[in-house]
């Protein structure tokens, strides 16, 4: 094996040891919060706040140290994409991540995170609305999954029961309309801007937003054992900076389309946490009803010719 193979090879272990931490950190996250919201009493509004704030910054500050550090200035110079960024960080990015943590915070992370991952299906329906696509029988079958998967996992195969409240499912839905919000409408930063660059202004510009309705400095501080600040920091730095970070560095060894079936791994570790760690109940048919959106996403990803990324995890 030649010296320019075995270089090629290590990348790509690289890549696949990045993707995969990522995807499972992003999913672990997940959980973690339901844990603060329905074991600590910690407030979704106070928890999304921090959130964005701080790995906002952490993503910065990544950029900071790489090639195109100017561009984190940059992006605020011409008033064109600074708009653009303002109105991505708020009907976007924190659009995407309250929902998110909404559903978790009424249901549980398992069924939030497969919710949001309908997503897809949201876009190819809006495309076909707008008749940038047609109708064809590859989305027929996607589509098909969507709905199949989306009645086992939230009835377990039961018309009359819900598996989680009805607003945690409401939540869900929003966070995959804001999914796929933000995927699209970032196609047109992600071709002038480093993606670290984008998420991690929209993440602050999310995060101040929200500090006028609940301030981050505004908390019980004391109130918490010491243990819960250490799942907060987790959530903070691996779920979400650690894993976008991850995400994005794995791109450079591994194709688009990999990187993103890989990243699949997201909604079984939230599934697999959900269940084995908190404990939470999950029927046959919900098993069932997670193959199928999970089989969704990767059929969707293998469609497609042509992958934008790296945005498509935005919890």
Known sequence: MSKK?????????????????????????????????????????WFVTV????????????????????????????????????????????????????????GNSAVATLLQYLSPVMIMLYLIWRK?????????????????????????????????????IIWGLLSGVSAAFYTLYAAKLIRQF?????VGWAMIIGGTALSFIHPPWKFEFTSVPLEAYGYLIFTIVFGTMIAFWFYVESLQSLSAKETSLLGSA????????????????????????????????????????KQEAPLDHPA
């Open 5 to 45: 193979s075995v270089v090629h090879l290590n990348s790509r272990k690289k890549g696949l040891f990045l993707v995969l931490t990522g995807a499972i950190c992003w999913g672990v996250g997940g959980t973690v919060s339901q844990k603060l919201f329905q074991h600590y009493g910690i407030e979704v509004n």
């Open 51 to 106: 959130r964005l704030l701080i790995a906002g910054l952490l993503l910065l500050t990544v950029q900071y140290f790489r090639p195109k550090r100017s561009q984190i200035l940059d992006i605020w110079r011409n008033k064109a994409t600074a708009f653009q960024l303002i109105i991505f960080g708020l009907f976007g990015m924190l659009a995407v991540q309250y929902t998110y943590m909404a559903s978790i915070q009424h």
């Open 132 to 168: 940038q696509a047609v109708l064809g029988s590859k989305d027929l079958i996607s589509i098909s999954l969507a709905l199949g998967g989306c009645y086992l996992l939230l009835t377990n195969g039961s018309i009359s029961q819900l598996s989680v409240p009805f607003i945690a």
């Open 194 to 198: 480093d993606s670290l660059v984008i």
């Open 266 to 305: 997201e909604p079984l570790a939230a599934v697999a946490t959900t269940v084995i760690w908190l404990q939470e109940p999950f029927g046959l048919f919900q098993w069932l009803g997670t193959a199928c959106i999970v089989t969704l996403v990767i059929l969707m990803q293998m469609y497609k010719e």
